[in-house]
DNA sequence: AAATTTATTATACAGTTGTCTAACAAGAAC
DNA sequence: GTTCTTGTTAGACAACTGTATAATAAATTT
């Protein structure tokens, strides 16, 4: 048998394309999708060299899950800092319309989180990889809500800024949901909208000062 | 080889004793983990007795999707029936309340459901039960929604009640994965109580008037 | 240019998967 | 009690699964 010719990759760049095809093989059927094979054939490369960066599917898997949260993440963090100075209300609107981007907003996207989800309550290390997101991103959003409260001169107790954070978490992940499970019916904009407005009926004040306030 | 000894139940009794023991292996372990074998074992039979009252493994799996949405829908709509003459308010609340049961805020419930939802976007059988499912939810919250405008003597334009539906959707859908995920970190009556809040908050309006209205 | 390292392939392996078939036994009909 | 129907079991099947191992070729070092 004469070996096929191959391309030497290095290590970090192998394994990305590895983590990359895990993701696209679990978005397009699911995790009982996830083959190796079916990933080796994704990423172009023999299944066998899986087992040459990962110690195991399983572990390949938890890079995934990670490497996806990680991206949801930087995605929505990159709204933030592209422009330097915003007031704290236009930040968390910021905030709240960038899970409705285009990357994020997908139905692939939704199937993926959903895959990972269906196990983290079984599976003690992914509900680790699950707890550190999940915290992170609602800790980001309480830091974006304590501001805000800080610079519309209102003293909130600490106990007020952690719910109105689970709440508006709540929506955000609701509506996106129902976004990428109705795309045709629900369009990125007004979802935004949606989430916007309802975080500001939870707040009780708006984020942008555009419209004179009413009593 | 002698045979071992069994029990010949009625058609419809062991079919959902089948999609009881789907839903069970599919709640402990993911998609992956219901096998044949597996749930047949659950159920106290062999395998092959799958195939003589389903047509296939996907039919039963396409099955158990559609009891467990039932039962949902069933659970929740219960909350309504058993007591006969409330405010429109209070049906509403009821409902909202209802999503925050102890047989419907569990870890396992939440593994079922986005076990599901993984295959939805790619999978049409499982898609068409979804639409249905999602679409009868929100209109028994549109029409919910509708009674109690009435009751409020507002006037409200049906697309304003479709968003606030949308949106009320949302919000019970998002609090009940947070409250699933972070079951020791948020009770039910918390979820309950912050789902109902933040509906008022949407809605502009007290569910009901325990207290006097603020101006 | 030769030697060394190691990323990659090819292949094998035991265990599991969904499906199929034939034998069989439980209950109903007569 | 005998016959008939069919729910149920047992077992086999090919295809597929994750993992392991040895050969091999692409870089790197010398």
Redesign the interface.
């Known amino acids: 048998m004469t070996q096929r010719s191959f391309r030497r990759a290095s290590g970090d760049e192998r394994s990305q394309a590895l983590i990359k095809a895990t993701l696209a093989s679990i978005a397009?059927?699911?995790?009982?999708n996830a083959t190796v094979r079916d990933i080796a054939q994704r990423a172009g490369v023999t299944a066998g060299l899986i087992r040459h960066y990962f110690p195991s599917k399983e572990a390949l898997i938890q890079a995934a899950y990670r490497a996806l949260m990680q991206d949801l993440t930087d995605n929505v963090m990159a709204a933030l800092s592209d422009v330097p100075s915003l007031s704290a209300g236009q930040r968390l609107q910021r905030f709240i319309e960038a899970n409705f981007q285009a990357a994020v907003l997908d139905?692939?996207m939704?199937?993926?989180w959903?895959?990972f989800?269906?196990?983290?309550?079984?599976d003690p290390a992914m509900k680790a990889i699950?707890q550190e997101h999940?915290l992170a991103f609602r800790d980001s959003l309480e830091q974006l809500l304590t501001a805000f409260f800080q610079a519309q001169g209102k003293a909130i107790k600490a106990s007020e800024t952690e719910?109105a954070a689970?709440?508006i978490?709540?929506?955000?992940?609701?509506?996106w949901?129902?976004g990428?499970?109705?795309q045709h019916l629900?369009s990125a904009e007004r979802l935004a909208a949606?989430a916007v407005?309802?975080t500001e009926?939870?707040l009780?004040m708006r984020l942008q000062a555009n419209h004179e306030a009413n009593c």
Chains 1, 2 share one sequence.
């Open positions: 397009e059927g699911g995790l009982q139905s692939q939704l199937s993926l959903a895959a989800i269906s196990v983290v309550p079984s699950h999940y719910q689970i709440a978490n709540a929506i955000i992940d609701g509506l949901i129902e990428c499970l109705a629900l949606l407005q309802s009926a939870i009780g």
